[in-house]
């Protein structure tokens, strides 16, 4: 065995920790921190003389365990959801510790544990498509070093061996690459099995008893805020993470996506604006909550002859309540059983009880006729009753030549007021991510609209005073995946305006330029490299973190339902009768057994194939020119070698197989020497023929035949009791 | 702990719904499956054949030697583990028998498809006697350290067991004791009726060239008027006697049985040393019926420390018959026994040594890593 791929143990012992220790930091979006691990790994490596000493004293490093083992107490009593990344940090923080012990074999299993741990504990945090490929690359590494650990270990036990070929000695080169193949062979029979468990295990199995499942987020967890606080100052973030997925169909199904075109995903529409803080707020509306099946398509509100536009949308890491879909939806389905909770107000659409990774889809209709007159009390807008800005837009409205009384609800020149207030704040304004704090006692909308000037999506949306609606601006559109990417820096606010008798319309009044300007995408090469991650990235986000009880359904051709709830089996099996149950038990004991017999059955049919072809095959011959085996007609003539052996095994003087025949002959001459004479001689013409190769004459086999005869009188001279 | 392991991976993944879990927990269950696989697969391709030693000494490295044979022809063998196996014996059996030495074990690294290794354990004996090979257990956790399997080769049921002598432990006995011990007995050494380099006059025979200028005999030369040499007897070897004296009765390990060992430890070290002086070695254990004459010569000598291996002390005949041989040829005696009380009826002008109190016959400080003499 090569010294130097044993000796290359520690290296790959401080590859998979660091691979895995990064791999949790990564889903857990803290590389930063993860990089600092790896590089006290790598000074301890560094550190390590050789394998008798630690770089730390052991009270030094029992220490910092229990030290980083306190810490992870208090976290998890701070934060319990939190509980599986401050274990997983802890085991992190462990193996850079057991790296400035003495490199034992028991430390180094202890080490390959808590690194199996840590990336278990990074897929909990985490479903990413970095994580995915940092697991891809950890399972054959690991697999590697386990591998090498057997024998690194097994070398430093204590049958510690001198170990050398009685044959030449095979090249390290070769020890290496039959290492090599087990890895490999290994590893591809563990992922296609561990493919195998991925698409066959059903999903929701159990959940109506273990917990109300739910899938894991990919990334970031979503930053929508229901809330507009206006007056901060600071520059908005550019927070570039994918935040959510959306695909646009018209009523043909073509995907009416494009570079150049933007959607508007409306998550809540805010109505109360407190000048004193300069929030926009949502008041509290009636809700009705309904539980929806898998796929089941529920219809949120009255459905006109509009055209409809199809989205289907994947959040990536639900946290908070509301779903995002274009105003006004009128129909919606999920990808699982659900339970969506509807405002008939304003039709906000939420989601209280499941998080994580989340996919629907809703039929929006964006240009629609009122389906029916409102009730004013339903949904009000804020108004601004005096001020400045009640007097500005009576400005605005005079010049464009509109009277119009604030105290009625409607005008028939709603629609065009609301284009004009627009389209002014359009033009005479800038977009800008600066925010400008007010000074005292100063309105932020009042600041945005007489001195700044200047604003981002919120203030340009508060102006207008009407009904802030907050979500999100769809502009990047991927043309390799043919959907949007919507990331957290998308976030928008617009308005929605009441344009006629029950009839609500979405406006946006901040300049488009500056809003492109802002979202965006790298160009040119960059632009291009990111286009196609974000391609996988949604392909890894869609069939592999997305891969569920439908999709499975569909590639099995299985129709998808409740069969799978834990608890209903059971009810159904309890509520069977005795016969209905018993015939159940013995038919599924029946079909267990069946499927036994043919698995077993197919290993010794493939056993006894193998068999017959080895036994097809030439066998080598060592170090003789022909065939070992003799002619059979002299084969024939050898019965009485046969018969002799029989008779001295009756006699009790049996030939050991390990003893040849005229040794044996020569060795009984003790017990008795009649019989040792007459096998000498069968011996000696047994040997003339089966190795000499050669027919013995008719006076040679009449020797034989007396000696088999002199035996066979020695036998019975011989008492029974003597044998 | 890997199925524990297993177990809340399953239940994570069906908790969270999460398919990077279900992925882990295929790869987990793949794991179980593909380590029980390829294990089983690497046993049940060996061979094994053993080399066992001969002849070993207490405190001495003994080398126990393994060929290994892989008759794979796609699946190399690593990290496999051998160990010797005793053979099963009752209870009854093995009551008050205490090991030779400690299991040999061995471990190979790797062979290669259809190659052989040789791989040695090297064990040290810690008590004398005969040690039978029955088994070689190959083990191997290999390649995951999921589970571990082995597999036992056992010999021929028809085939001779091999079988290891453990001689007593050889101690370096003081350089000159064998000869103060002749010397005292003043019996030991004697001209033999030859022409050799000894002190004692032989002959006077008369002068050839080639002879040595030394050996002229000056004043015969000048009675009779012609040159003549001397000739001297050849030394007749040294005759030594070791005799055995152990203490009767004494359970395994007790302290009794510690003396004893610690005498045939002397004896079989007075015997190796006498025999490289190049004296005539016999063996006398008056209490176990041994009486070998002295003879010289390397064999002779492993023959009577074979003896000595194979003594077996719970056999002792205390019976009053039970004496020193006589011999016709004088030897001189040394009478080795446990006890610090010397044994009666020995030999007129016989040296005593007592294993209770060696210090006349070997330095006790040097030997505090001795399985015999700690």
């Given at each position: 065995m090569a010294l130097s791929l044993v000796n290359s143990f520690p290296r790959w012992l401080s590859l998979t920790c660091a691979l895995g220790v990064l791999a949790f930091f990564v889903a857990d979006e803290n590389a930063l921190v993860g990089a600092l691990a790896i590089l006290l790994v790598v000074v301890a490596r560094a550190l390590?003389?050789?394998?008798?000493?630690?770089?730390?004293?052991q009270w030094l490093l029992n220490l910092l365990v229990l030290a980083a083992a306190a810490w992870t107490a208090m976290a998890a009593v701070d934060q319990p959801e939190n509980f599986v990344e401050a274990l997983a940090t802890l085991c992190a923080w462990v193996q850079v510790v057991k790296f400035y012990e003495r490199p034992t074999p028991r430390n180094h299993a202890q080490l390959l544990t808590l690194s199996v741990f840590t990336v278990i504990a990074a897929l909990l945090t985490s479903n990413s498509l970095p994580v995915g490929l940092m697991t891809v690359i950890y399972v054959p590494v690991a697999m590697w070093t386990i591998l090498l650990f057997q024998i690194h270990a097994g070398l430093r036990g204590p049958a510690a061996p001198r170990q050398f070929p009685a044959a030449p000695a095979p090249p390290g080169a070769e020890a290496a690459k039959g290492l090599r193949r087990v890895t490999l062979g290994a590893s591809v029979v563990m992922a296609l099995m561990g493919v195998v468990v991925y698409l066959v295990i059903p999903r929701g199995l159990g959940s109506d008893l273990i917990n109300d499942w739910s899938s894991p987020g990919v990334g970031t967890a979503i930053g929508f805020n229901e809330q507009v606080v206006l007056g901060r100052s600071g520059e908005l973030e550019d927070n570039d993470t994918a935040v959510l997925d959306l695909a646009v169909f018209d009523e043909a199904g073509r995907?009416?996506?494009?570079?150049s075109r933007a959607f508007l995903l409306r998550g809540a529409a805010l109505d109360d604006y407190d000048a004193s803080i300069g929030v926009w707020r949502r008041t509290q509306a009636n809700s009705q909550s309904r539980p929806l099946g898998t796929n089941t398509m529920d219809r949120l509100a009255d459905i006109t002859r509009a055209p409809e536009m199809e989205q289907r949308i994947t959040?990536?890491?639900?946290?908070?309540?509301y779903l995002f879909a274009m105003f006004r939806p009128v129909r919606i389905s999920f990808d699982r059983d659900t339970d969506l909770v509807v405002a008939p107000r304003d039709l906000t659409l939420m989601m209280p009880r499941r998080g994580g990774r989340v996919s629907y889809t809703v039929f929006s209709q964006v240009d629609y006729t009122a389906p029916r007159p409102v009730v004013v009390s339903e949904r009000q807008p804020a108004i601004f009753q005096e001020g400045a800005i009640r007097d500005l837009a009576v400005e605005l409205m005079s010049e464009a030549g509109f009277e119009r009384d604030p105290a009625v609800w409607h005008d028939p020149n709603d629609r065009l007021i609301a284009n004009l207030f627009e389209r002014w704040l359009r033009t005479n304004f800038q977009y800008s991510t600066v925010m400008t704090a007010p000074t005292e006692n100063e309105d932020p909308i009042e600041m945005f609209l007489f001195r700044t000037r200047e604003g981002h999506c919120e203030y340009f949306a508060s102006a207008m005073a009407a009904l802030v609606a907050v979500g999100y601006r769809a502009s990047e559109f991927n043309e390799i995946a043919g959907h949007y990417i919507v990331r957290q820096s998308h976030a928008h606010s617009w308005v929605e305006a009441?344009?006629?008798?029950?009839l609500w319309d979405t406006f946006d009044p901040s300049p488009p330029d500056g809003v492109n300007q802002v979202a965006a995408a790298p160009s040119g090469l960059a632009g291009r490299v990111r286009e196609i991650y974000d391609a996988i990235d949604h392909a890894w986000v869609t069939w592999v973190v997305g891969f569920d009880e439908s999709t499975r359904s569909r590639l099995f051709g299985v129709p998808q339902g409740n069969q799978y709830r834990l608890m209903d089996n059971v009810g159904r099996f309890m509520s069977m009768g005795s016969g209905a149950l018993l015939s159940r038990i013995v038919r599924s004991l029946a079909f267990g057994v069946l499927v036994f017999c043919v698995v077993a059955a197919a290993g010794f049919a493939l056993r006894a194939g193998a068999r017959w072809l080895r036994s097809r095959k030439p066998r080598a011959h060592r170090g003789?020119?022909?065939?070992?085996e003799p002619d059979p007609a002299i084969l024939a003539q050898l019965g009485f070698y046969k018969r002799s052996l029989a008779r001295l095994r009756r006699m009790g003087l049996g030939k050991p197989r390990w003893r040849p025949p005229l040794a044996h002959a020569m060795g009984i001459a003790a017990k008795s020497e009649g019989a040792s004479d007459a096998m000498r001689t069968l011996s000696e013409l047994y040997y003339a023929a089966r190795f000499g190769r050669r027919a013995l004459t008719s006076e040679e086999l009449s020797h034989a035949e007396a000696a088999l005869r002199r035996l066979e009188e020695i036998e019975a001279a011989t008492p029974q009791g003597a044998r | 702990m890997y199925i524990v392991v297993v177990l809340l991976l399953g239940l994570g993944s069906i908790n969270s719904q999460n398919n990077m879990l279900f992925f882990a927990f295929g790869l987990a269950l793949a794991g179980a499956l593909v380590s029980g696989i390829i294990s089983g697969g690497i046993l049940m391709n060996l061979q094994l054949e053993r080399l066992p030693p001969r002849v070993g000494s207490v405190g001495a490295p003994l080398h126990v030697g393994y060929i290994v044979r892989n008759r794979s022809r796609w699946l190399p063998a690593f990290a496999v583990g051998l160990q010797e196996v005793p053979r099963r014996r009752r209870r009854a059996e093995r009551a008050g028998e205490l090991a030779v030495m400690p299991v040999p074990r061995a471990f190979v690294a790797g062979v290669g498809t259809g190659a052989e290794t040789r791989v040695e354990s090297i064990v040290v004996p810690v008590r004398r006697g005969l040690h039978t090979f029955h088994a070689i257990r190959a083990s191997t956790s290999f390649p995951l350290g999921i589970t571990r399997k082995s597999v036992t080769f056992v010999g021929e049921t028809d085939a001779p067991a091999a079988r290891c002598v453990i001689r007593p432990e050889i101690v370096p006995i003081t350089s000159d004791f064998i000869r103060r011990a002749v010397s005292a007995a003043s019996e030991g050494e004697r001209s033999s009726p030859a022409v050799g380099m000894g002190d004692e006059f032989f002959s006077i025979r008369e002068y050839v060239p080639g002879d040595n200028a030394r050996q002229i005999a000056w004043r015969p030369s000048a009675r009779s008027g012609t040159l003549l040499v001397r000739e001297n007897a050849a030394r007749s070897p040294m005759r030594v006697w070791v005799a055995l004296v152990p203490t009767p009765g004494g359970a395994p390990g007790g302290e009794i049985d510690r003396m004893n060992e610690r005498a045939i430890s002397l004896a079989a070290s007075i015997i190796a040393r006498a025999s490289e002086d190049g004296a005539e070695v016999g063996l006398a254990a008056p209490l176990c019926g041994i009486a070998v004459n002295p003879r010289g010569g390397v064999r002779h000598a492993e023959r009577l420390l074979d003896m000595l291996a194979a003594l077996d002390l719970s056999k002792m005949d205390v019976s009053e018959g039970a004496g020193f041989p006589h011999t016709a040829r004088s030897a001189a005696w040394i009478v080795v026994h446990a006890g610090e009380r010397r044994p009666p009826?020995?030999?007129?002008r016989a040296v005593f040594v007592s294993a209770a109190r060696p210090e006349s016959v070997l330095n006790l400080s040097n030997l505090g890593g001795s399985p015999t003499w700690r």
């Open positions: 390590t003389k050789d394998e008798a000493h630690g770089v730390l004293p995907n009416i996506g494009a570079a959040i990536r890491n639900k946290t908070n309540n009441h344009v006629a008798d029950g003789v020119g022909e065939s070992d | 009826r020995a030999p007129a």
